[in-house]
């Protein structure tokens, strides 16, 4: 999976609502797109590539707020989160 910038992946988790994927999915999705935007401010607009520094700068936002979450839900958000962090180059 790789995206050309930050608007290209914003697309992806948008378009998933008007697809076929699980609920799991939907919520994953839309709880990593708010992250992504908090971290994605400090570092440029939506036109930035995807960076291993802001892919780090996201996990690291994600593990402060771990707490959030039941175990099963931060599971899943974990889950989708390493997925995605395929799309984020070195």
Do not use: C
């Not at 401010?41 to 802001?54: K, M, N, P, T, V």
């Not at 771990?66 to 997925?83: A, G, K, S």
């Amino acid at each position: 999976m790789q995206f050309e910038n930050l608007t290209a992946l914003y697309h992806y988790l948008d378009e998933q609502v008007a697809q076929d994927v699980s609920a799991d999915e939907l919520f994953a999705g839309s709880y990593l797109r708010g992250f992504i935007s908090l971290a994605s401010s400090e570092y440029g607009d939506e036109s930035q590539a995807l960076s291993q520094q802001l892919a780090d700068n996201i996990s690291e936002k994600l593990q402060a707020a771990r707490t959030e979450l039941n175990p099963q839900d931060r599971q899943i958000v974990q889950d989708y989160w390493l997925h995605l962090q395929q799309a984020f180059s070195a």
